[in-house]
C-alpha cells in the first residue's frame, strides 16, 4: 500500500517518491511520468492509462488492462483526486 501525506508517497514506512506539479517522482529525484486530464503518461509523453467511468486502462505490449478505481483506492491511500491514485499506481506499483 502507497500512503500519500502531503506531497510524499511513502510504502512501508519508507519515502518512495513525491508529487510535484502533475508529476510523479521516485526518491531520487527522477521524474517517472506525469498526468493530465484523465491519461497517465510516461516520462516520454507515451499514454500508458486512461480513465473510463469507474476504471482504469493500462495499455501493455499486447492487450489493455482493466482495473476498477475502488480497487486502485485500496492500494493508494490519500485525499487527492483519483488521477493521481491512478498515476501513482501506474508508475510506482501499489
Known amino acids: 500500500m502507497i500512503k500519500i ?3 510524499e508517497l511513502w510504502r512501508g514506512g519508507e519515502k518512495i517518491g513525491y508529487l510535484y506539479e502533475n508529476h510523479i517522482v521516485a526518491h531520487d529525484g527522477k521524474k517517472l511520468g506525469y498526468y493530465s486530464g484523465e491519461y497517465v503518461y510516461d516520462n516520454g ?3 500508458l492509462a486512461h480513465i473510463d467511468g469507474n476504471h482504469l486502462y493500462s495499455y ?3 492487450s489493455e488492462e482493466k482495473m476498477e478505481l475502488e480497487k486502485i483506492g485500496e492500494y493508494i491511500v490519500g485525499a487527492v483526486p483519483e488521477i493521481v491514485k ?3 499506481f501506474v508508475l510506482l506499483g501499489s
Open 45 to 47: 509523453g507515451h499514454k
Open 60 to 62: 501493455g505490449r499486447t
Open 86 to 88: 491512478c498515476a501513482i
Open 5 to 7: 501525506m502531503g506531497h
